[in-house]
Antibody
Framework: QVHLVESGGGVVQPGKSLRLSCAAS????????MHWVRQAPGKGLEWVAV????????YYADSLKGRFTISRDNSKNTLFLQMDSLRVEDTAVYYC??????????????WGQGTLVTVSS | DIQMTQSPSSVSASVGDRVTITCRAS??????LAWYQQKPGKAPKLLIY???NLQSGVPSRFSGGGSGTDFTLTISSLQPEDFATYYC?????????FGQGTKVEI
């Protein structure tokens, strides 16, 4: 069955960087677009970014202002999120989610369990 | 960006009640809308896609409707396992946006 497992979260100081990973299994990873969604403590869901199956189409939330970079390695069935210049307000659980389609223009049918990123001095 | 507004923010209900949650988009999104359920400490779960299509494995007491700017999620007979927070999300354009959530509680 479809399985998404995030890793790489932890405690980091403001201004530092962190790289999250999402290991996928149980489906043909290269056939699906993938998203990152985050949730600050006690808050709602916030979409972060999407990458199409072939990496040709990438979109980000406006609020990230170029600090985050989404990428993927289809040979390793892994999705990444490089987060630079982290801010306290980036503290959240980060989820990876599978798009039903290859271009990322549909809904999310599977989600990982999330990884917690805490930005604090 | 398309803003998604859910109402109410929370609703108190009992087992067996009929519950309806509404979601309004700031501009027309046809039927590009999904509903997710989230329980505390867990990842969201897809319930409804394309406004009214039930995801495989989701109980038939859940139903969705609407098009354009106004949408609804209805739970016909609330069960104990349905107490959770529900989010709508538009899939019409980027950036994807979610509603603020509706907490269904006792």
């Amino acid at each position: 069955q479809v399985h998404l497992v995030e890793s790489g979260g932890g405690v980091v100081q403001p201004g530092k960087s962190l790289r999250l990973s999402c290991a996928a299994s149980g489906f043909t990873f290269s056939n699906h677009a993938m998203h990152w969604v985050r949730q600050a403590p006690g808050k709602g869901l916030e979409w972060v970014a999407v990458i199409s199956y072939d990496e040709d189409n990438i979109y980000y939330a406006d609020s990230l202002k170029g600090r985050f970079t989404i990428s993927r390695d289809n040979s390793k069935n892994t999705l990444f999120l490089q987060m630079d210049s982290l801010r306290v307000e980036d503290t959240a659980v980060y989820y990876c989610a599978r798009d039903v389609n290859d271009l990322g223009d549909s809904h999310f049918d599977y989600w990982g369990q999330g990884t917690l990123v805490t930005v604090s001095s | 960006d398309i803003q998604m507004t859910q109402s109410p923010s929370s609703v108190s209900a009992s087992v067996g009640d009929r519950v309806t949650i509404t979601c309004r988009a700031s501009q027309g999104i046809s039927t590009w809308l999904a509903w997710y359920q989230q329980k505390p400490g867990k990842a969201p779960k897809l319930l409804i896609y394309a406004a009214s299509n039930l995801q495989s494995g989701v109980p038939s007491r859940f139903s969705g409707g609407g098009s354009g700017t106004d949408f609804t999620l209805t739970i016909s007979s609330l069960q104990p396992e349905d107490f959770a927070t529900y989010y709508c999300q538009q899939a019409n354009s980027f950036p994807r946006t979610f509603g603020q959530g509706t907490k269904v509680e006792i």
